[in-house]
């Protein structure tokens, strides 16, 4: 059972988020050839789900979008979402000359710097430098220690963007804090299968992450049970409940997909029902097939099987994405959001529920989305 890790460079990486293809392309050619490592994003949505678990030094920002082109209301909004997500990386607008009031905003809403369009290269290059190799004032010790947490957490979760087994699988996740109580991962098991995990331990904050990075260090160490859902969540319960205290439990669903017949093999702990979203638009839940890990030391985990036919999508994500509408006791608004916005996209669908959840106001609790369908042939 291979993880999908994050890899691991000297260079800095920087993130560009830009709705213009030719803006992303000299801007990927101009850092490559200054050394640097980038990733290029197109939308708001897309640059909050990379930023909250990528490994990025710094963030340059687009103000202005497709479909807002003078007020840069919609880049504001994404400077505030990326100031409260990740307040450790420093980040630069960019605006046209005739929008320079957007950018004395921008920089009053936590900005460190602006680039005018069009930018001169060498001024665009020692912006970057000055603020890449000038970490922001963090002011307590703390916040050095969450920055500290932040990274490591972000380095133990995978990318959220892999293909495996014929399924492309993208992850969205925005913490509500300083750093996430949620979990994900990819793994591949061999050349035709593979599993997914997305879970969520009870409380916030570092102990949260702690109780995150040894649930996902018990289900990689137990590989030879990683194609058996119910005996390896069996395993993982009892190894949870001796390690943590009686008031510690977590929610999680654990899905094994096997290529070879497209179905999927899961076990559901206590964890909101995924969506299976057919390829008519007609919805299937993935129920709870058992109760939450670490409860009890003893109990069942019965598993579920479920086919995939050809356009099915599966999405999973915790209940700060299903609870995110405080005024929906249903829990309707998370089914309908997917099957609206699943109807008329596929990638980039992750990114754009969790930010359709943010926009619902404060986060209370962490956002996070995974998103499975088939490759394109």
């Avoid at 290029?40 to 897309?46: G, L, N, T, Y």
């Avoid at 050095?144 to 399924?167: D, F, M, N, W, Y």
Wanted: aromatic content about 6%.
């Amino acid at each position: 059972m291979t993880a999908v890790m994050n890899g691991e460079t000297a260079a800095r990486k920087v993130l560009v988020v830009d709705d213009q293809e030719d803006v992303r392309q000299a801007l990927r050619l101009l850092l490559k050839g200054s050394g640097y490592r980038s990733e290029e994003v197109s939308s708001p949505h897309a640059a909050l789900a990379s930023a909250a678990y990528g490994d990025h030094d710094l963030i340059i920002a687009d103000m202005n979008y497709t479909w807002d082109t003078t007020s840069g209301e919609e880049g504001l909004r994404l400077l505030d979402g990326l100031r409260a997500q990740r307040p450790d990386v420093p980040v630069i607008a960019m605006t046209g000359w005739s929008t320079i009031e957007l950018a004395v905003e921008a920089m009053h809403r936590g900005a460190c710097d602006f680039i005018p369009k069009p930018w001169d290269n060498r001024h665009f290059l020692a912006v970057i430098k000055k603020h890449i190799d000038t970490p922001p004032e963090t002011g307590k010790p703390r916040d050095a220690e969450l920055a500290i947490a932040r990274k490591v957490q972000r380095t133990l979760l995978p990318a959220p963007h892999v293909s495996l087994c014929g399924l492309e699988c993208e992850c969205a996740s925005l913490p509500a804090g300083d750093i996430s109580g949620d979990l994900y991962d990819f793994l591949g098991i061999d050349s035709e299968a593979m599993a997914f995990v997305l879970g969520d331990v009870c409380g916030k904050g570092i102990g949260a992450a702690l109780l995150v990075a040894n649930l996902q260090a018990t289900l990689r160490s137990l590989e030879e049970l990683a194609r058996e859902p119910a005996k390896l969540m069996d395993r993982v319960n009892r190894l949870f409940f001796e390690c943590t205290r009686p008031e510690h439990f977590a929610t999680l669903f654990y899905g094994v997909y096997d290529a070879r017949f497209r179905r999927i093999r899961y076990v559901n702990c206590g964890h909101p029902a995924p969506v299976l979203l057919r390829a008519d638009h007609t919805v299937e839940l993935l129920q709870p097939t058992a109760t939450v890990l670490g409860a009890f030391k003893k109990g069942g985990f019965p598993e579920e099987t479920v086919e995939l036919r050809s356009g099915d999508q599966v999405i999973v994500y915790s209940d700060g994405f299903s609870e995110a509408d405080s005024e929906d006791e249903s829990g309707v608004w998370a089914i309908e959001t997917i099957r609206r916005l699943g109807s008329v996209r596929s990638a980039g669908l992750a990114g754009a529920l969790a930010n359709e959840a943010a926009s619902l106001g404060p986060r209370r609790d962490d956002i996070t989305v995974m998103h499975l369908r088939q490759a394109a042939a």
